[in-house]
T-cell receptor
Framework: AQTVTQSQPEMSVQEAETVTLSCTYD???????LFWYKQPPSRQMILVIR??????QNATENRFSVNFQKAAKSFSLKISDSQLGDTAMYFC??????????FGEGTQLTVNP | DAGVIQSPRHEVTEMGQEVTLRCKPI?????LFWYRQTMMRGLELLIY????????DSGMPEDRFSAKMPNASFSTLKIQPSEPRDSAVYFC????????????FGPGTRLLVL
């Protein structure tokens, strides 16, 4: 069974600064997908970014980028130029063929003005 | 596309009553997932369907919970009878193919059982 671990329950960052959220996972699969979801106070689950394991290039979406280290089974999320609207719970998730999506425990990020 | 649609958005009921949550997945998606989120247990997968067929219901907590997907555009999650410990936010999500594709979540139904 796959496991996903987010070791930082809470983090804070000043507006306009950069912050990195950590995620590690454990799997014996070779082909899989990794995701970061954001859950603001509205409770809506919003996809932030997605990475296919077979791709060596790290995914980027505007201010959001990942550092995917397949050998280390690490998948961190970097948020540049943090904005107040980035305040949310962030979930790392793992998916592979034929299995359910596995979520981490979440990291509560607070962006301070 | 309207995204995943869930109704109701909020539900308050009394213990023992039947509760039905509804979900309309994104058109063209053939996998549908029901999740429950609580402070104590985080985000839990209850059941998922592929092509309207239940694939894995091992996350359904008890026989009081049941889920159906009569067609590709509609699913229900029913709790009968409801209990206070069922209070949670229930999410529906859909994707093109199980976990290989991105799951898109609905806004959730916030359920409070008194």
């Amino acid at each position: 069974a796959q496991t996903v671990t987010q070791s930082q329950p809470e983090m804070s960052v000043q507006e306009a600064e950069t912050v990195t959220l950590s995620c590690t996972y454990d799997t014996s699969e070779n082909n899989y997908y990794l995701f970061w979801y954001k859950q603001p106070p509205s409770r809506q689950m919003i996809l932030v970014i997605r990475q296919e394991a077979y791709k060596q290039q790290n995914a980027t979406e505007n201010r959001f980028s990942v550092n995917f280290q397949k050998a280390a089974k690490s998948f961190s999320l970097k948020i540049s130029d943090s904005q107040l609207g980035d305040t949310a719970m962030y979930f790392c998730a793992f998916g592979s063929s034929g299995s359910r999506l596995t979520f981490g425990e979440g990291t509560q990020l607070t962006v301070n003005p | 596309d309207a995204g995943v649609i869930q109704s109701p958005r909020h539900e308050v009921t009394e213990m023992g009553q039947e509760v039905t949550l509804r979900c309309k997945p994104i058109s063209g998606h053939n996998s549908l997932f029901w999740y429950r989120q609580t402070m104590m247990r985080g985000l839990e997968l209850l059941i998922y369907f592929n092509n309207n067929v239940p694939i894995d219901d091992s996350g359904m907590p008890e026989d009081r919970f049941s889920a159906k997907m009569p067609n590709a555009s509609f699913s229900t999650l029913k709790i009968q009878p409801s209990e206070p410990r069922d209070s949670a936010v229930y999410f529906c999500a859909s994707s093109l193919r199980q976990s290989q594709e991105t799951q898109y979540f609905g806004p959730g139904t916030r359920l409070l059982v008194l």
